[in-house]
Nanobody, 117 residues
């Protein structure tokens, strides 16, 4: 089972940028599908962006054109570059690694992103 640690959250003004990182350990990183999720107060956790082991990506409609997910298998790390941030992006962001065919899913501890002036 892979272990995940997020970093890079913080406070940013509207229109600003942040890059979140998720470092993986404990298993072979390259065979996992990865994703970034977020949960705002009073709301359900939602998928923000995903990237498969083959490099295919998908995004929530609300972040398309603003966020970019990427992975570096050599560094066992994947990223979420967030540009043109909006107050509605404020949430705790979680990274996830999964292998659905094996029933495996691991979560990071979460990192707070706050977009406010």
């Amino acid at each position: 089972q892979v272990q995940l640690v997020e970093s890079g959250g913080g406070l940013v003004q509207p229109g600003g940028s942040l890059r979140l990182s998720c470092a993986a350990s404990g298993s072979i990183f390259s065979v996992y599908d990865m994703g970034w999720y977020r949960q705002a107060p009073g709301k359900q956790r939602e998928l923000v962006a995903g990237i498969t082991r083959g490099g295919s990506t998908n995004y929530a409609d609300s972040v398309k054109g603003r966020f970019t997910i990427s992975r570096d298998n050599a560094k066992n790390t994947f990223y979420l570059q967030m540009n043109s941030l909006e107050p509605e992006d404020t949430a705790v962001y979680y990274c996830n690694a999964k292998r659905l065919e094996l029933g495996l899913s691991s979560w990071g501890q979460g990192t707070q992103v706050t977009v406010s002036s």
